[in-house]
């Protein structure tokens, strides 16, 4: 017998493990200065642009191709993002994002909608102005750095010697001065508004110079007003600012230049390890090419031995290969465009930043504080960018048989080869000594947590510290809790058969009134809320004629825009709930012993039940990570099951109850820690996605 097996090892970067990565402070100056208005929404598009990317990705069939520029040390984010070449005539969007003046046009035909578009990149939304991307403002800043790398060793074209060397460029009117001639030009009338690049940094930094005026008093602006959040000239300060706080914008502008470089520097340093981790992503599917063409060279040689009787086990054994290739292949898909994604928002964020701090005025630098600032915070949420699960699959051929039969000819063999480990950084024994129930995360490391069907709910740190403890009331019954990406959490209440809704300001309110007992909840990437509805208030009460369903409720609460009905997809007792990045329903079904995934509209997809070794017990607790992978908690077995995008197991988190004693909740936080919740009210915080 022959086994084909080969072996892939997560790459290890010191930059992408073990640490918690936050973008240094930037918030001394956050509430000064505006850019782009940013409601609460664009505020949290960057996980839900991740999100609806990822469900696109998901469905596609073939690895998409790699720009070269993501993966050159050297790139600047000199290239356009929608065509990945070389900018022509670009245009900035108000984000601050920049494309090439022919592909934004073509990108807003295709994607506008009553008069708006979605920037590429951010998805902040902008209007189309009447003449198209031609409305929008040139990217000088772009212009001004292709500029800098042509100055070298030009001659003035306005000294009379023709030997004095450059040292400047003026971008309005294309031409090359030197030192004496670049001053004398800006102090022209005609040209003192004009933009000097120059090779070498200034005094402070900047390589552009440039003058702006006040359009009333003629005045050069060299203030900025915080109350108006607008630049100003000295006479505007005197006659309608007088009572306002300002300050001189050239040391305002230096301050903000601090903060954005140190913020840049910090992304920056990350982009080595983003690429190199795009780099083991192309390399394994360059390996999974290989191992197709391996295994079918393997059974082609087999199926010639055995001539013409077993050519329909062949083609059989062909589509079992492709098919299994194909889920590695989309697996690839989805993790490698999620690297792409992050260097490219990365990239394109710090680029931004660069820009503005080596090229921008002084109130381009203070006007644009804020926007700059909100989308370097955007970009360190992309770090890390977590793992790859691998799989061997092999082609097993038998011992010996008498007939050609499909066992005889062989059978693919599929094994992970991706160990996935957690350390336990925080520990907690919520009052009660009951079963937690629940864990609905927010933010700064923190968690709610219920214990058994106790009405109070207990805020907890990483830490393992108890922050506060609220109760809902003395006939309030808790059995689950959810959370959105603003702090709100929402309660399903079994016994009073409704979900509550707890702000971030701990307010309490009905949400949705039932006519059954709730179960598990969770939130779809449109804001629904999908409910697990039981006609019995305990598994062990269901009969076989109860028609227990999923239901999702729209954002308000206010009706049901669908219902998955037992009978469609056969589950028993629906006992815990979550969606994932490409919209498939995750059932977990105590009665069963299964998780049923089904479509977004309730198809079903197939079950899990478990590994040859390690089969499902009681699943209970279920969530999904920002990657799409999925974590059941079995309570009977003492295991934590990760399965991949496509409900394939990856590999058990946790195996033994000496780490974790019946675990029944799991939950994952912003940062990438694993919140799990078992018997006797203990809570564990994990070290996992980091």
Not at 76 to 95: R, T
Not at 194 to 213: A, F, N
Not at 241 to 258: G, L, M
Request: aromatic share 8%; charged share 25%; proline share 3%.
């Amino acid at each position: 017998m022959r086994l084909v097996e080969l072996e892939y090892n997560e790459m290890n970067s010191s930059k992408m493990a073990g640490e918690v990565i936050r973008l240094p402070s930037i918030s001394s100056f956050s509430n000064s200065l505006t850019g782009v208005p940013l409601s609460n929404s664009a505020k949290t598009r960057s996980s839900s642009t991740i999100t609806s990317k990822m469900a696109v990705i998901s469905e596609e069939s073939e690895t998409t191709r790699t720009p070269r520029a993501l993966l050159n040390e050297d790139s600047q984010f000199e290239w356009c993002g929608l065509c990945f070449d070389d900018y022509s005539d670009p245009k900035m969007l108000p984000c601050y994002h920049s494309y090439c003046s022919r592909c934004l046009n073509e990108y807003i035909d295709q994607t506008k909608d009553a008069g708006s578009f979605a920037c590429p990149l951010c998805k902040i939304r902008h209007a189309v102005p009447m003449d198209g991307a031609q409305g929008f403002k040139p990217n000088i800043y772009i212009n001004a750095l292709q500029a800098t790398k042509n100055i070298k060793n030009t001659i003035c074209e306005t000294c009379d010697d023709g030997k004095t060397l450059a040292e400047t460029y003026c971008l309005e009117c294309e031409q090359n001065f030197c030192t004496r001639c670049g001053t004398i030009h800006l102090k022209m009338k005609m040209s003192k508004s004009h933009h000097l690049v120059s090779e070498k940094p200034g005094e402070h930094g900047q390589k552009m110079t440039s003058r702006s005026y006040c359009g009333e008093h003629k005045q050069e602006i060299d203030i900025f007003c915080f109350k108006c959040r607008m630049p100003i000239c000295e006479n505007c300060r005197d006659q309608a600012h007088e009572q306002h706080n300002t300050q001189n914008i050239k040391e305002f502008a230096n301050e903000v230049k601090r903060e954005l470089t140190e913020s840049v520097d910090f992304l920056q340093s990350y982009l080595p390890s983003l690429k190199e981790r795009l780099r083991d992503v192309e390399n394994h599917d360059e390996a999974v090419l290989s191992i197709k063409r391996h295994l079918i060279d393997q059974i082609d040689a087999r199926s010639e031995k055995l001539h013409r009787e077993i050519e329909d086990l062949r083609e059989k054994f062909i589509t079992k290969i492709n098919s299994e290739i194909q889920i590695e292949e989309d697996r690839l898909v989805i993790f490698k465009n999620r690297v792409t994604e992050a260097i490219t928002f990365v990239s394109s964020q710090v680029a931004a930043a660069k820009h503005c701090i080596d090229f921008g005025s002084n109130q381009d630098i203070a006007v644009g504080k804020e926007t700059l600032q909100f989308h370097l915070q955007e970009a360190s949420k992309m770090l890390p960018v977590g793992f790859i699960p691998r799989f061997d699959i092999n082609f097993l051929e038998p011992q010996s048989a008498e007939t050609i039969t499909e066992d005889l000819f062989g059978k693919i063999s599929k094994l992970g080869s991706t160990t996935v480990t957690v350390t336990e950084v925080g520990h907690y024994k919520v009052p009660g000594r009951h079963l937690i129930r629940g864990i609905a995360p927010v933010s700064d490391g923190r968690a709610w947590v219920i214990c058994g069907f106790d009405p109070r709910l207990h805020l907890l740190n990483r830490l393992g510290s108890r922050l506060r403890t609220i109760k809902l009331g003395n006939d309030i019954d808790v059995d689950y809790v959810t959370s959105d990406e603003n702090d709100n959490v929402y309660i399903s209440c079994r016994k009073n058969r409704c979900i509550k809704l707890l702000n971030k300001d701990t307010r309490i309110r009905d949400m949705v009134v039932l006519n059954d007992f709730p179960r598990g909840i969770a939130l779809s990437q449109s804001g629904d809320l999908l409910i697990c509805l039981a006609k019995s208030s305990t598994y062990d009460k269901y009969r076989p004629t109860d028609k227990n369903v999923v239901v999702k409720y729209s954002k308000v609460g206010s009706k049901v825009v669908a219902e998955f009905e037992r009978a469609n997809i056969q589950m028993k007792y629906p006992r815990r709930i979550a969606e994932n990045l490409n919209g498939d329903i995750y059932v977990s079904d105590h009665k069963e012993g299964c998780v049923h995934i089904l479509t977004h509209d309730g198809k079903v997809k197939h079950r899990y039940t478990g590994t040859e070794s390690t089969k499902l017990g009681e699943p209970c607790g279920i969530t999904c990570d920002r990657y799409g992978h999925v974590i059941i908690a079995d309570y009977k077995s003492n295991c934590i099951h990760l399965l991949d995008q496509q409900g394939q197991f990856v590999s058990l988190l946790t195996r033994s109850d000496s780490v974790m004693k019946q675990p029944f909740s799991v939950a994952v936080d912003a940062d990438g820690y694993l919140w799990v919740g078992g018997s006797n009210g203990v809570v564990k915080i994990f070290r996992y996605l980091l």
